[in-house]
C-alpha cells in the first residue's frame, strides 16, 4: 500500500521555524518527485515546494522563496522509502494551512491534479 505521511506540524510565533516531513512508503520513491502544498481555510491549495526525484532541481512558489527550503534523503531509508523535508523559517500569519505532501514521477510541476499520491496533511499555525 502506498503511503505518504506527514509530520512536524504545530503553532509557532511569527518569525519563528518549523520543519516539516513526509515519509514515503509502499513503492520504489526514488523516481518520484515529491512537492509540498498548503491549504488554508477557505482557500484553493496552493503550491508551495518541491524537489525532483533526483534532487537535483527544486521549485517554490514566490510567496515561500528565500524563507523555505526543500531537501530529501534517499540515502537512510531502506529502497522503497523516502523522507522529504519542508524547512520553514521567517514563519508569517499568512503561511498558515495544512501542508501536504505529494508524489508524482521524476519532476515538480505547479498542478495539484498532477500528483498521484497524497498524505493526509499536517496543520501549521503561525500566531501574530
Known amino acids: 500500500q502506498v503511503q505518504l505521511i506527514e509530520s512536524g506540524g504545530g503553532l509557532v510565533q511569527a518569525g519563528g521555524s518549523l520543519s516539516l516531513s513526509c515519509t514515503t512508503s509502499?513503492?520504489?520513491?526514488?523516481?518520484?518527485?515529491v512537492t509540498w502544498f498548503r491549504q488554508a481555510p477557505g482557500k484553493e491549495r496552493e503550491f508551495v515546494g518541491g524537489i525532483s526525484f533526483s534532487g537535483g532541481s527544486r521549485g517554490y512558489s514566490d510567496s515561500v522563496k528565500g524563507r523555505f527550503t526543500v531537501f530529501r534523503d534517499n540515502t537512510k531509508n531502506t529502497v522503497n522509502q523516502t523522507t522529504v523535508f519542508l524547512q520553514m523559517n521567517g514563519l508569517k500569519p499568512e503561511d498558515t494551512a495544512v501542508y501536504y505532501c505529494a508524489a508524482r514521477l521524476f519532476t515538480v510541476v505547479a498542478d495539484s491534479g498532477s500528483y498521484d499520491y497524497w498524505g493526509q496533511g499536517t496543520q501549521v499555525t503561525v500566531s501574530s
Open positions: 509502499g513503492r520504489t520513491f526514488r523516481s518520484y518527485a
